[in-house]
Nanobody, 127 residues
Framework: QVQLVESGGGLVQAGGSLRLSCAASGRTFSTYPMGWFRQAQGKEREFVAARRWIGGIARYGDYADSVKGRFTVSRDNAKNTLYLQMGSLRPDDTAVYYC?????????????????WGQGTQVTVSS
C-alpha cells in the first residue's frame, strides 16, 4: 500500500514562490502515476498537475490551464518524492494541496480515479 505525506505549504505574498513535497512509501511507488490536486474552501477538489503517463511510459508534465507556465511538477524516484514548484502565485491559488497516486498504467485528471491520497498541506497567498 502507498502512503503519501505532503509538506512545504505556508503563507506567501502574491507573486512569490513555494515548493511542495510529497514523500511516499511503498514498494510500488516508482510504477504509480502521481499528481497534484487542490481544494479551496467551499469548492470541489480540482486537478493541478501531474507527470503524464501513457501506457506505463512517463512523458511530460500535464498542467491545468490555470497554472500552466507558473507551476512545475517533478518526481525523484531515488528519494521517493514528488514535487510541485509554484511560482507567480496569486490569491486564487489559495487552497489545500494534495498529492495522489493511482494504479497504472496511465495518468488522469480525475480525482475519482486516484487510489491513494496524502493528508494535504495549506497554501495561502495574500494580496
Amino acid at each position: 500500500q502507498v502512503q503519501l505525506v505532503e509538506s512545504g505549504g505556508g503563507l506567501v505574498q502574491a507573486g512569490g514562490s513555494l515548493r511542495l513535497s510529497c514523500a511516499a512509501s511503498g514498494r510500488t511507488f516508482s510504477t504509480y502515476p502521481m499528481g497534484w490536486f487542490r481544494q479551496a474552501q467551499g469548492k470541489e477538489r480540482e486537478f493541478v498537475a501531474a507527470r503524464r503517463w501513457i501506457g506505463g511510459i512517463a512523458r511530460y508534465g500535464d498542467y491545468a490551464d490555470s497554472v500552466k507556465g507558473r507551476f512545475t511538477v517533478s518526481r525523484d524516484n531515488a528519494k521517493n518524492t514528488l514535487y510541485l514548484q509554484m511560482g507567480s502565485l496569486r490569491p486564487d491559488d489559495t487552497a489545500v494541496y494534495y498529492c495522489a497516486a493511482k494504479k497504472g498504467p496511465s495518468s488522469s485528471r480525475s480525482p475519482d480515479e486516484y487510489d491513494y491520497w496524502g493528508q494535504g498541506t495549506q497554501v495561502t497567498v495574500s494580496s
